[in-house]
């Protein structure tokens, strides 16, 4: 993929659902709901203050995030779909230390706009 977001956009590949259970109702996948996380591959070098500084983003590739369900705009490229969207439709980053353990909470610190 030689595609590069420009501002403060990412590229993100869903997460894939996780495997059918035995005695498990299957749902035809036009029915199904697409998962709302996944992985950020690729993402812009920020947004331009009113001073002309560029502000980094707070994800970064290889985090894994959260996003709204209308998040974004689907693209395909080479056969594969990705989604390209703003950072403010990132909901959560999820931890790498934390993807393991279940009820977890964790504390953000916000940014200075």
């Known amino acids: 993929m030689n595609i590069r977001p420009l501002h403060d956009r990412l590229i993100v590949q869903r997460s894939e659902e996780s495997a059918q259970r035995a005695g498990a109702i299957i749902i ?3 029915a199904k709901e697409k998962p709302q996380h996944g992985k950020v591959l690729a993402a812009g070098l920020g947004k331009s203050g009113k001073d002309g500084n ?7 590739a290889g985090d894994t995030i959260l996003f709204g369900k209308y998040s974004g705009q689907e693209i395909k490229v080479d056969g594969v779909d990705y989604l390209i969207m703003k950072e403010d439709d990132v909901l959560a980053v999820e931890d790498a230390d934390s993807a393991g353990q279940s009820g977890a909470t964790t504390s953000t610190t916000k940014r200075s706009s």
């Open 28 to 30: 035809p996948d036009s």
């Open 54 to 60: 560029r502000m980094p983003l707070d994800v970064k």
